[in-house]
């Protein structure tokens, strides 16, 4: 299995207060992408990186901000978090070879209350 | 609007029988892969078909591409229980950016029963 760990696994705060996760890497891979998983909706990419310091937006990235300081560590902030944030968030890393597969995190279960 | 969706939404089959589900997409793609979601689970890579393909297969998995018809189908072969889960396609799109960037469908979950 690629070496994706995700941090914290569950939360649960409340709305107002800032939130982030962590996902972190041992590919040295070069691009990372936050996605959330909603019931219906399946995957939507928040943001991604494609290099230290270098972020784009995705579908939904407001309300979302994103930092990537190391190869391995890409951070999602949630400024002030909101019950619509309430989601399963997914990191995940690809080498950006092309036609080459997306290797996937465990997940964060986040609930905003 | 999603660029994949697949269809059923829900197939329940006995063990050892075939699930099939479909993807359709709407614009040019560089690859259709399709990935698979244990409960509580990230997701799971299970086969990548270029644009260029029109078959392929992995152990009990065969995927076909239609181009022509922007549609793909994943075909499971005698079924198992741990076949139990929800299976997403996701195109990969032609874009200028060099960024790789895949758009999923809403899933497919399959449940094999014992």
């Known amino acids: 299995d690629a070496g994706i760990t995700q941090s914290p696994r569950h939360k649960v705060t409340e709305t107002g207060t800032p939130v982030t996760l962590r996902c972190h890497q041992t590919?040295?891979?070069?691009?990372m992408y936050w996605y959330r998983q909603d019931p219906g909706h399946g995957l939507r990419l928040i943001h991604y990186?494609?290099?230290?310091?270098?972020?784009d937006k995705g579908e939904v990235s407001d309300g979302y901000s994103v930092s990537r300081s190391k190869t391995e560590d890409f951070l999602l902030t949630l400024e002030s978090a909101t019950s619509s944030q309430t989601s399963v968030y997914f990191c995940?890393?690809?080498?950006?070879?092309?036609?080459?597969?997306?290797?996937f995190g465990d997940g964060t279960r986040l609930s905003i209350l | 609007s999603q660029q994949g969706e697949e269809d059923p939404q829900a197939l329940s089959i006995q063990e050892g029988e075939n699930a099939t589900m479909n993807c359709s997409y709407k614009t040019s793609i560089n690859n259709l892969q399709w990935y698979r979601q244990n409960s509580g689970r990230g997701l799971v890579h299970l086969i990548l078909?270029?644009?260029?393909?029109r078959e392929k297969h992995s152990g009990r998995l065969r995927v076909t591409l239609d181009t022509s018809k922007k549609s793909s189908s994943l075909l499971i072969t005698a079924s198992r229980a741990a076949d139990t889960a929800s299976y997403f396609c996701?195109?990969?799109?032609?874009?200028?950016?060099?960024?790789?960037?895949?758009?999923f469908g809403s899933g497919t979950q399959l449940t094999v029963l014992p």
């Open positions: 996701a195109t990969d799109v032609i874009s200028s950016g060099s960024a790789r960037q895949l758009t």
């Open positions: 078909i270029r644009s260029n393909e």
């Open positions: 995940a890393i690809s080498s950006g070879v092309p036609n080459q597969p997306q290797h």
């Open positions: 990186s494609y290099g230290v310091k270098d972020t």
């Open positions: 590919e040295n891979h070069r691009y």
